[in-house]
């Protein structure tokens, strides 16, 4: 029997921004790798979005490294491909710094015959066959998908008898959830077929489809990577077992419980919607709780910022965190931004309802500043250096 460890979207780093979180995705991994040493599985595959951005802190680096120390001391090889996640604008990852010192194997080893794309597989000693392609941006990888060597593929795929992994990290479009149903994705019909797995990542989801004669799985994230997600699950993973077909085991991490909290501000005074929060928050016991307060409606008087949330966050004591969600409240003075289906529009249309003078000349300014602002870091460029270029381009727009 082979057993092995399917994990994706572990988003290293992602919540690093936010204190109360931040060592959760480096925990949930330590968690995954526990469970990979205690039953023994003979590989680990990790599909894409391994890490956050393309240049993760020293810390989760470090954190990273030392988990994936820990599976080769234990003799387990761990085989990758890249998410849209581990990718810089130009197309370099730090899963390259990994693969060099030993501590994974990227298994997407492509090999251009013209424009078709050969793919060579990945052997493990328990004679299981890896191959892999990364996601991109936007699902850029469609055209590796579309110029597969099929022909080539089966070739390879019929003289190996033993367990066939396809290891990949995108959304398929018969299988999105209705709520990503505008997610780029590539159709079961470019999936190569043969294989008894398809590791798959990049959709946040925990779960299982069946495909041709075998399964492609979606993990979910390691650990959850936003608030939205966070109201599901901590995070997840699966622990496989092959003998002559595949079974997945469903592993849950539980960190913390997560409550959600909703309070209805329509037509309410800022004092009285304090007192609504604190007579629900003081019932209430948040030892080991994400609390997720969300504040929506159109208030009487006040303004949102009237709230006083230091306030309200010490009311729920013990909370492993807090969060407040005030973006669906709002004033009856704020003006009604009316939401546009046509994004492409989308700046004209909201420029031309706000702005004030000449609107030509407004407008031109305010796409130059747009685009400025929207400039990225480039690879090897110091933070001053990026800030000195940035400010430079914005005093030339305002012409100072
Ligand atoms: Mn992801």
């Known amino acids: 029997m082979i057993k092995f460890c399917h994990i994706a979207d572990c988003h290293l780093g ?4 936010h204190p109360e979180l931040a060592g959760y995705p480096e925990k949930a991994l330590q968690k995954a ?6 039953e023994r599985v003979n590989f680990v595959i990790i599909a894409g979005d391994f890490l956050d951005t393309s240049m993760p802190s020293i810390e989760t680096l470090k954190a990273a490294a030392v988990q994936l120390s820990r599976l080769k001391n234990n003799d387990i090889p761990v085989y990758v491909v890249a998410g849209s996640h581990d990718y810089s604008p130009s197309g370099k990852t730090m899963l390259s710094v990994f693969s060099a010192s030993g501590l994974m194997q990227n298994v997407f080893k492509p ?8 793919l060579a597989p990945t052997i493990d000693k328990s004679g299981t066959l890896l191959i892999g392609l990364p996601g991109r941006t936007a699902s850029l990888e469609k055209e590796y998908y579309d110029n597969l060597d099929k022909e080539h593929l089966k070739e390879i795929l019929e003289k190996n008898n033993g367990l066939k992994i396809f290891v990949m990290h995108s959304a398929i479009s018969e299988f999105k959830p209705d709520f990503l ?3 780029a994705s590539i159709p079961i019909s470019s999936i190569p077929g043969g294989f008894d797995y398809y590791a798959n990542g990049h959709v946040h989801v925990n779960k299982i489809f069946d495909i041709g004669s075998g399964k492609m799985a979606f993990p979910g994230p390691l650990f959850s990577s936003s608030f939205k997600e966070l109201e599901d699950s901590n995070g997840s993973f699966l622990i496989n077992a092959y003998s002559v077909k595949i079974t997945c085991e469903i592993k ?3 960190f913390f419980n997560v409550k959600k909290i909703k309070i209805d501000a329509s037509d309410k005074s800022i004092e009285s919607v304090e007192n609504e929060i604190e007579l629900q928050l003081k019932q209430e016991n948040f030892s080991n709780t994400l609390v997720l307060l969300e504040i929506r409606g159109i208030l009487k008087s006040g303004k949102p910022s ?4 230091s306030k309200i966050k010490s009311l729920a004591y013990g909370a492993v965190a ?3 969600n005030t973006n669906r409240l709002e004033t009856k003075t704020m003006k009604e931004i009316k939401v546009i289906a046509d994004k492409e529009n989308i700046e004209d249309i909201v420029i031309k309802e706000h702005a004030t003078g000449s609107i030509e000349n407004e407008k ?4 130059s500043m747009m685009k400025v602002l929207n400039t990225v870091k480039k690879d090897g460029e110091t933070v001053s250096a990026f800030e000195d270029r940035l400010i430079k381009d914005a005093k030339k727009v305002i012409n100072l």
């Open 306 to 309: 009237d709230l006083n949330i």
């Open 181 to 183: 149903k505008n997610m």
């Open 111 to 118: 090999d251009w015959h013209e424009n078709k794309l050969r």
């Open 322 to 324: 807090f969060k407040v």
């Open 252 to 254: 849950n991490l539980d």
């Open 364 to 367: 031109q300014i305010i796409l």
């Open 33 to 38: 790798v526990d469970a990979c040493i205690e």
């Open 14 to 17: 992602v919540w690093n921004h």
